[in-house]
């Protein structure tokens, strides 16, 4: 599985971006899929992840209300809107494939395949 994001940017806080995520391969929707991200000087984080049928989605708590995470199997895609962002949201944004159980789906180890990071950057 290879992973292409896009959709990364300046944008002003309150703003919103959308982010995608293309993934090739016949098996996209046995894939749970998530992003993550990373600020400079800190760890990779958890942001969101949506199971391969999308009836599991699981957000971390500083995105929730804000971001929605959502996928397109017929389109090998996903995507992360992301609205009322905050300078804090800045950060290199990265999609993941991976599969599992459904409690594991917030951690890193679930995730085999990882895309180039897309740049977030939020000005106050």
């Known amino acids: 599985v290879q992973l292409q994001a896009s959709g990364g940017g300046l944008v002003q806080a309150g703003g919103s971006l959308r982010l995608s995520c293309l993934a090739s391969g016949r098996t996209f929707s046995s894939y749970h899929m998530a992003w993550f991200r990373q600020a400079p000087g800190k760890e990779r984080e958890f942001v969101a992840a949506i199971s391969g049928s999308g009836s599991v989605i699981s957000y971390a708590d500083s995105v ?3 971001f929605t ?7 090998n895609m996903v995507y992360l809107q992301m609205n009322s962002l ?11 494939a991976g599969t599992g159980g459904y ?4 951690s890193t180890y679930t995730y085999r395949y990882w895309g180039q990071g897309t740049l977030v950057t939020v000005s106050s």
């Open 69 to 75: 995470i959502s996928r397109d199997n017929g389109k």
């Open 86 to 96: 905050k300078s804090e949201d800045t950060a290199a944004y990265y999609c993941a």
């Open 64 to 66: 929730k209300g804000r």
């Open 103 to 106: 409690g594991t789906i917030r």
